[in-house]
């Protein structure tokens, strides 16, 4: 597989964060649901739910309640 | 038999298709109702019906063929005025179901429209090296007391390693504070994992603003500006992909 380096082009992780979450969401005919894919792709799946630290809360522990 | 796969939805008739090659290799076209226009693109129906796009979705090489696909034509179907992107992989029966769609939801659409009308989305990420602490003396170390020395040593790391996300978090705050002040509106993503970006450092901001076009100079000066010493990435502009719902995704 190839990552695009961000400096070259687009990065497809970059890409990726706005296609599978932003949109207008229709319900076609056709229309999966991308939460219902199994993603069983290893890299696929970093790439997808990258690991989120800082945005998402504080570490376990760190005693940073809110 | 074939399928329609829809790009985006902009105002307008069906003039001017974007005239890039969609995802399945077709020249896009337009299916309009009323004043609004979707662009959308016929494709087999094998490898874009459920199973199809199911599978495609787990084969990261066919994931980024249709990524790239659908990104280029909706950034053609806005170059000319507002458009309002559709989430990847939708896919219709044929132009009656699109119709429909468009005549069912036409009010939805005028909405995202006029939000996204003159302005564009930019992503804003920071990186920064977590771990560095500001104080970088050595522990203390007591030369006959190892077993001490070891501990203060590793509450020394422990701390520095406190203090340096603590700084992080703080550094990323600037900079999505600096860019939302010339943004009308922002979404934030999940990080990314450090595998991905091939940087030591790690990604503490991953952020998207919309931003008028009016704004655009100013917006980029205040995030190449903010940051103080960490690394921070701006790309775009992108077609607003991340606002084209009044809520975040």
């Not at chain 2, 796009?53 to 994931?63: I, N, T």
């Not at chain 2, 931003?211 to 502009?237: S, Y």
């Amino acid at each position: 597989m190839t990552l695009a380096h961000p400096d070259d082009e687009l990065s497809l992780v970059d890409l990726l964060d706005r296609l599978l979450a932003g949109g207008v969401v229709l319900t076609g005919e056709v229309t999966i649901s991308l939460a219902e894919v199994d993603l069983v792709h290893v890299s696929l799946r970093a790439l997808i739910s990258s690991v989120s630290t800082l945005a998402v809360g504080p570490d376990p522990g760190e005693g940073d309640g809110a | 038999m074939s399928l329609v796969w829809v790009y985006a939805v902009r105002d307008g008739d069906a003039d001017d298709p974007p005239a890039v090659s969609g995802v399945d290799g077709e020249r896009p076209r337009v299916v309009a109702a009323g004043t609004l226009g979707a662009v959308v693109g016929t494709v087999a129906d094998e490898g874009f019906d459920e199973a199809g796009l199911a599978a495609a979705m787990e084969d990261l090489a066919r994931l980024e063929a249709l990524a790239r696909a659908h990104h280029a034509v909706v950034v053609e179907a806005g170059s000319a005025g507002a458009v309002a992107p559709v989430r990847l992989a939708t896919v219709f029966r044929d132009d009656e179901a699109v119709v429909a769609m468009l005549r069912e939801r036409a009010d939805e659409f005028e909405a995202a429209l006029d939000r996204v009308r003159g302005r564009r989305e930019w992503g804003v990420k920071v990186y920064a090296d977590t771990r560095a602490g500001g104080d970088d003396s050595p522990a203390p170390a007591p030369g006959d007391r190892p077993g001490t020395a070891y501990l203060l040593r590793r509450k020394a790391d422990r701390d520095r390693g406190a203090a340096g996300r603590e700084r992080a978090r703080a550094v990323a705050e600037s900079v999505a504070d600096a860019a939302g002040t010339h943004a009308v509106d922002v979404r934030r993503f999940a990080l990314q994992d450090a595998r991905l970006s091939g940087r030591n450092e790690e990604m503490v901001l991953n952020a998207t603003f919309l931003v008028d076009e009016t704004q655009e100079a100013e917006f980029r000066a205040a995030v190449t500006g903010a940051g103080d010493g960490a690394t921070v990435e701006l790309t775009g502009p992108w077609p607003p992909f991340s606002f084209a719902t009044a809520d975040p995704p």
